[in-house]
């Protein structure tokens, strides 16, 4: 008897791939979802507070045994060797700094929570770089593009991502509410968030007001965590084990709570676990997908069918599978890889900071150096970014890995330095992204496979020195503020940080409309395999200083009502409220 055909196949269960598969089955498309991981429950993570098994062993990532990830800086230099930021005894499983979790949930099990929309010049960066600094001001290798769609075309889907899935935060920029000001660069949006922003750490009252003090503007960091009970989940409780862990009381936004029950409560989801996914199949001619192949727990190779295949799984093991499958004919895949360089800042305050309590993300950020509001401070830093306070959620494993290079580390004077220091420790960082260049990209490493015979994914990624002055300049802004904030002592990461990988990896599927040069349209959908999608972060065409979920999920519910075929949101926001250049952002194009 013949294997029963899918309407859809979903490969990945976390972040894009768990809304997407949601959505369409309540509205009665037959859906199986595949996820190499187990499927998350509540119950799982009652006892979560461990820090060994989720910080030292990374129980929920997958390690470099079972998905091997190798690293060179640039092309000259061979084949690449074990990611070794990654590869090692200590700390080594920071899901930070692997790929995201395994199973139901995804990297939304365990991320810190920090929801950013782009800003509107976000969506035309390269020409905003141009227009104001010069067409020689980019790297000659650059691959950099503006995107397909504006900010005006998500700010709906924003929205719905917000009040749907549950966001804590306080706007700055809302349509009939003046008094909401305190970030004078948000763009327009028609609603606050659902929820009020989660209750400040104790530095971070201090971070705020030195930046009020300096000139600044700062403002609550949005949160995809719950600040009060939200749709049956409860409100946060600031228990301290949040970035890096699942949370045990569904605050957190992650969609195996937020997303699949809907899905599965409707009768048309099928989720199976540990199935790792390892190749899309093809028609003869190749212009369409006819279904996957999977290995399923039992080390068995299983081959289901469906009229459509959504490939939403993390942004480089998307490029790995649709390299692995064959599909790259216009050569674009794995191309324009883009990562953050977080540009951490640490210090001692002098009052206790209680770092083991609440969130990294019930903190205060400032914008004012962001994007191309940066060069009127200085023109020969190419982009700017947020700078974020760190208040809490920081474990005594994580401080040990975080300790300045002159603090002892073991007997007594290690003894003594965490005694005297964990309750004093805080920090502030910034994320500013690679530009993209011929020379940042993902491939088929030509001689590592993993377990089951797959080819391993090869990084090929360096920080050129565009990269490394973005860091800089924000970290002498840092330097003032953590003055202004009377920090004991503090220190500095690197301009040229050891890794190249931060769970958000984006861009190497990047989304537009010309087939030549790009891999999927603004939907989502393969410009070589009509019947196929390829969503998330590596739809990116550029890349800046907000963390990518929002924006993953914003264009996850538009490849949905593209899916179904129903009208596109628009936003309510005046037109007159967004940017007089929208037009040349692509505004409307989805429309």
């Given at each position: 008897?013949?294997?029963?055909?899918?309407d859809?196949?979903?490969?990945?269960a976390?972040?894009s791939?768990?809304?997407?598969?949601?959505e369409l089955?309540q509205?009665?498309v037959?859906?199986l979802?595949?996820?190499?991981?187990?499927r998350h429950?509540?119950?799982?993570?009652?006892?979560?507070?461990?820090?060994?098994?989720?910080?030292?062993?990374?129980?929920?990532?997958p390690?470099?045994?079972t998905?091997?990830?190798?690293?060179r800086?640039?092309?000259?230099?061979g084949?690449?060797?074990l990611?070794?930021?990654?590869?090692?005894?200590l700390?080594?499983?920071?899901?930070?700094?692997?790929?995201?979790?395994?199973?139901?949930?995804?990297?939304?099990?365990?991320?810190?929570?920090?929801?950013?929309?782009?800003r509107?010049?976000?969506?035309?960066?390269?020409?905003?770089?141009t227009?104001r600094?010069g067409p020689?001001?980019?790297p000659?290798n650059?691959?950099l593009?503006d995107w397909?769609?504006s900010?005006a075309?998500?700010?709906?889907?924003y929205d719905?991502v917000?009040w749907?899935?549950?966001i804590s935060?306080?706007?700055s920029?809302?349509?009939?509410?003046?008094?909401?000001?305190?970030?004078?660069?948000?763009a327009?949006?028609a609603?606050d968030y659902?929820m009020?922003p989660?209750?400040?750490?104790?530095?971070?009252?201090?971070?705020?007001?030195?930046?009020?003090?300096?000139?600044?503007?700062?403002?609550?960091?949005?949160?995809?965590?719950?600040?009060e009970?939200?749709?049956?989940?409860?409100?946060?409780?600031?228990?301290g084990?949040?970035h890096?862990?699942?949370?045990h009381?569904?605050?957190?936004t992650?969609?195996?709570?937020?997303?699949?029950?809907?899905?599965?409560?409707?009768g048309?989801?099928?989720?199976?676990?540990?199935?790792?996914?390892y190749?899309?199949?093809?028609?003869?001619?190749?212009?369409r997908?006819?279904?996957?192949?999977y290995?399923?727990?039992?080390g068995?190779?299983?081959?289901?069918?469906a009229?459509?295949v959504?490939?939403a799984c993390y942004a480089l093991?998307n490029?790995r599978?649709?390299?692995?499958?064959g599909?790259?004919r216009?050569?674009?895949?794995?191309?324009?890889?883009?990562?953050h360089?977080?540009?951490?800042?640490m210090?001692?305050?002098?009052?206790?900071?209680?770092?083991y309590?609440?969130t990294?993300v019930?903190?205060?950020s400032?914008?004012d150096?962001s994007?191309?509001?940066v060069?009127?401070?200085?023109?020969?830093?190419?982009?700017?970014?947020?700078?974020?306070?760190?208040?809490?959620d920081?474990q005594?494993?994580?401080i040990?890995?975080g300790?300045?290079?002159?603090?002892?580390?073991w007997?007594?004077?290690?003894?003594d330095?965490?005694?005297?220091?964990y309750?004093?420790?805080w920090?502030?960082?910034?994320q500013?992204?690679?530009?993209?260049?011929t020379?940042?990209?993902?491939d088929?490493d030509?001689?590592r496979?993993?377990p089951?015979?797959?080819?391993?994914l090869r990084?090929t990624?360096?920080?050129?020195?565009?990269?490394?002055?973005?860091?800089e300049f924000?970290l002498?802004?840092k330097?003032l503020?953590?003055?202004?904030m009377?920090?004991?002592t503090?220190?500095?990461e690197?301009?040229k940080?050891a890794?190249?990988l931060?769970?958000?990896?984006?861009?190497?599927?990047?989304?537009?409309?010309?087939?030549?040069t790009?891999?999927?349209?603004?939907?989502?959908?393969?410009?070589?395999?009509e019947?196929?999608?390829?969503?998330?972060?590596?739809?990116?065409?550029?890349?800046?200083?907000y963390?990518?979920?929002?924006t993953?999920?914003?264009?996850?519910?538009?490849?949905?009502d593209?899916?179904?075929?129903?009208p596109?949101?628009?936003?309510?926001?005046?037109?007159?409220?967004?940017?007089d250049d929208?037009?040349?952002?692509?505004?409307?194009?989805?429309?």
């Open positions: 008897m013949p294997a029963k055909k899918h859809v196949i979903v490969v990945g976390g972040a791939g768990a809304i997407v598969a949601s089955a509205q009665g037959r859906v979802c595949l996820d190499k991981g187990p429950s509540t119950e799982d993570f009652r006892l979560k507070q461990d820090e060994i098994r989720y910080y030292a062993r990374g129980a929920l990532v390690s470099m045994k998905d091997p990830l190798t690293w800086e640039n092309s000259t230099d084949d690449g060797t990611a070794p930021w990654a590869d090692g005894p700390g080594t499983a920071n899901p930070l700094h692997l790929p995201p979790s395994l199973g139901t949930g995804g990297g939304s099990i365990h991320w810190g929570g920090a929801c950013w929309r782009f509107e010049s976000e969506f035309r960066m390269r020409s905003t770089i227009e600094l020689d001001a980019l000659e650059h691959t593009v397909p769609l900010y075309d998500l700010e709906p889907y719905k917000e749907e899935l549950g935060g306080r706007g920029n809302v349509v009939d509410r003046p008094e909401l000001d305190e970030n004078p660069w948000e327009p949006r609603r659902p009020p989660l209750r400040q750490g104790t530095a971070d009252v201090e971070f705020a007001d030195a930046c009020t003090r300096l000139g600044y503007h700062p403002f609550r960091t949005a949160a995809a965590i719950a600040s009970p939200f749709k049956g989940r409860s409100g946060c409780t600031y228990c084990f949040c890096g862990y699942p949370c009381v569904d605050a957190k992650s969609t195996h709570v937020a997303s699949l029950p809907a899905g599965v409560a409707s048309n989801l099928e989720i199976r676990d540990f199935c790792r996914v190749r899309l199949n093809r028609s003869a001619d190749g212009s997908v006819t279904g996957v192949s290995i399923d727990a039992d068995r190779s299983v081959d289901v069918e009229d459509r959504v490939l093991e490029a599978l649709l390299l692995a499958s599909i790259n216009n050569g674009q895949v794995g191309k324009h890889l883009m990562t360089a977080f540009g951490f800042f210090g001692l305050t002098k009052e206790p900071s209680n770092p309590m609440g990294l019930a903190s205060t400032i914008e150096f994007g191309e509001l060069h009127e401070y200085d023109p020969s830093v190419l982009w700017g970014a947020p700078i974020i306070s760190w208040p809490g920081y005594p494993i994580e040990v890995h300790m300045p290079a002159t603090a002892p580390r007997g007594a004077g290690f003894r330095w965490m005694r005297d220091n309750n004093h420790v920090s502030m960082y910034s500013t992204a690679n530009i993209p260049t020379e940042t990209y993902v088929l030509p001689h496979t993993d089951w015979g797959q080819p391993a990084m990624h360096g920080w050129s020195e565009h990269d490394e002055r973005m860091v924000l002498t802004k330097r503020i953590a003055q202004e009377g920090l004991t503090w220190w500095e690197t301009t940080p890794y190249h931060s769970t958000h990896e984006v861009g190497t599927h990047r989304m537009g409309e010309d087939p030549a790009s891999v999927v349209d603004v939907f989502g959908r393969s410009h070589e395999c019947n196929l999608f390829v969503i998330g972060g590596g739809q990116f065409p550029s890349y800046h200083g963390n990518p979920t929002e993953i999920w914003a264009l996850a519910y538009l490849t949905v593209h899916m179904l075929d129903r596109l949101l628009t936003s309510p926001v005046p037109a007159d409220r967004f940017l929208r037009s040349t952002a692509g505004a409307g194009r989805v429309g």
